[in-house]
Nanobody
Framework: QVQLVESGGGLVQAGGSLRLSCAAS????????MGWFRQTPEKEREFVAA????????YYADFVKGRFTISRDNARNTAILQMNSLKPEETAVYYC????????????????????WGQGTQVTVSA
């Protein structure tokens, strides 16, 4: 029932910034925990950030703390990942995901927790 459509990926130089957007179906958006993951052919899907139902609780992988910011606007049915100070090793396909069930603790980091996924958007960071 929930459809996620991502945008905002592209090519950026090391140290630059990108803002990824996730447009979601509105009916259940406010009830979803939203997460961002990234994936390369060499790695499994990797947790980046998540935001709780209320928008007041945010969670970040250690390697992005202080550089990335996740936010959501339930009225606009969007979730945002602002990425600053990007590094070449962060080149990947970035995915937006939604979890319908309550999500706690380490479950936030597990891709299997999430019920819906966007199509992914390519982020390429050039050295």
């Amino acid at each position: 029932q929930v459809q996620l459509v991502e945008s905002g990926g592209g090519l950026v130089q090391a140290g630059g910034s990108l803002r990824l957007s996730c447009a979601a179906s509105g009916r259940t958006f406010s009830g979803n925990t939203m997460g961002w993951f990234r994936q390369t052919p060499e790695k499994e899907r990797e947790f980046v950030a998540a935001i709780g139902w209320s928008g007041g609780s945010t969670y970040y992988a250690d390697f992005v703390k202080g550089r990335f910011t996740i936010s959501r606007d339930n009225a606009r049915n969007t979730a945002i990942l602002q990425m600053n100070s990007l590094k070449p090793e962060e080149t990947a396909v970035y995915y937006c995901a939604a979890a319908l069930a309550p999500t706690f603790g380490s479950s936030l980091y597990n891709p299997l927790t999430y019920n819906y996924w966007g199509q992914g958007t390519q982020v390429t960071v050039s050295a």
